[in-house]
């Protein structure tokens, strides 16, 4: 079965840094990833995706994420955070029909 | 016009009893799905259905839950008999796609901002 892995359930950076964040999922075949931005009372708000063509893709917000099939990942990234990303996001793989599996999610803190 | 809604936004419900929580999709989505998110979890697929089909339900954690869509727009999730593992966050969310191959797969999911849900 699909499953998909945050390994940082808690990121702290400061404001105007770059920032990484972890996603690995395990499926056989070409998945369908997504990352996601939930903010505290919001339903998820959808950054980016993929499913295929280059594996660099960007997203609202300012956000990008690389597709790596040799290391299973799709991490997340942003040159440099803004206070307003403090959030939790969260990886997503969809593997039917739009039947998504996600991952636990990574909170992210922004100091000032 | 206006995204996803759900109503309530917050339910308190006494063990035993039965809730039913409501979604407004998106106007025309055809697709429309329901997750369950516990506590520092992420969300976890329950149902979903195509215009008033129930087309996969594989998620519903047992027969107390029930999700509904008879007119292929609004959509009820109804559990029954609460249980205090219940309490969750329940998310709905819609796309413009059609059920099978790959074109829902890739279509976006408009999530609505959840009713939260405490059985005490």
């Known amino acids: 079965a699909q499953s998909v892995t945050q390994p940082d359930i808690h990121i702290t950076v400061s404001e105007g840094a770059s920032l990484e964040l972890r996603c690995n999922y395990s499926y056989g075949a070409t998945p369908y990833l997504f990352w996601y931005v939930q903010s505290p009372g919001q339903g998820l708000q959808l950054l980016l995706k993929?499913?295929?063509?280059?594996?660099l893709v960007q997203g609202i917000k300012g956000f990008e994420a690389e597709f790596k099939r040799s290391q299973s990942s799709f991490n997340l990234r942003k040159p440099s955070v803004h206070w307003s990303d403090a959030a939790e996001y969260f990886c997503a793989v969809v593997v039917s029909a739009g039947k998504s599996t996600f991952g636990d999610g990574t909170t992210l803190t922004v100091k000032p | 016009g206006a995204g996803v809604s759900q109503s309530p936004r917050y339910k308190v419900a006494k063990r035993g009893q039965d809730v039913a929580l409501r979604c407004d999709p998106i106007?025309?989505?055809?697709?429309l799905f329901w997750y369950q998110q516990a506590l520092g979890q992420g969300p976890e697929f329950l149902t979903y259905?195509?215009?008033?089909?129930?087309?996969?339900k594989s998620g519903l954690p047992s027969d107390r839950f029930f999700a509904e869509r008879p007119e292929g727009s609004v959509s009820t999730l109804k559990i029954q008999r609460t249980q205090q593992e219940d309490s969750a966050v329940y998310l709905c969310?819609?796309?413009?796609?059609?059920?099978?191959?790959?074109?829902?797969?890739?279509?976006?999911?408009?999530f609505g901002p959840g009713t939260r849900l405490t059985v005490l």
């Open positions: 259905f195509q215009n008033e089909a129930q087309l996969d």
């Open positions: 993929y499913f295929s063509g280059d594996t």
């Open positions: 106007s025309g989505h055809v697709s």
């Open positions: 969310a819609s796309s413009s796609g059609l059920a099978g191959g790959t074109h829902t797969s890739t279509d976006t999911q408009y």
